[in-house]
């Protein structure tokens, strides 16, 4: 099995900023965990590239539309990942922390 070393996966440019904590720091201590994130988010992003080549095939004004819908979806959910929101202390993560805790009787959710 041929593994992908840490400098390539940590080589992507940055599409929202600034890292906080950086990627390295991410890296350091998630491990594994953001490994595949990084992985996955190479993978999104090589996945929307295909998609927005159309094999040359011209597409109606609102397919269009909704094809660059798409290509922005793919490019912000791989940014998410490089960010290291799905991991603990990430904000996706501490957001399903917060749905999953049970209610409160008598307390209204905000």
């Known amino acids: 099995m041929l593994l992908v070393r840490d400098d390539d996966l940590l080589d992507f440019a940055v599409r929202r900023g600034p890292f906080e904590p950086s990627p390295r720091t991410l890296l350091n201590r998630h491990g594994d965990a953001y ?50 929101d799905f991991l603990p202390g990430g904000s996706f993560y501490e957001e399903a922390q917060k749905d999953a805790r049970p209610a409160v009787v008598g307390v209204r959710p905000r």
Not at 42 to 59: K, N, T
């Open 35 to 84: 490994r595949y994130q990084l992985v996955m988010a190479r993978w999104l992003e090589s996945y929307r590239d295909r998609r927005a080549e159309h094999d040359g095939v011209p597409v109606a004004v609102a397919d269009a539309q909704y094809e660059a819908g798409a290509l922005e979806t793919l490019s912000d959910i791989a940014a998410n990942l490089r960010h290291g």
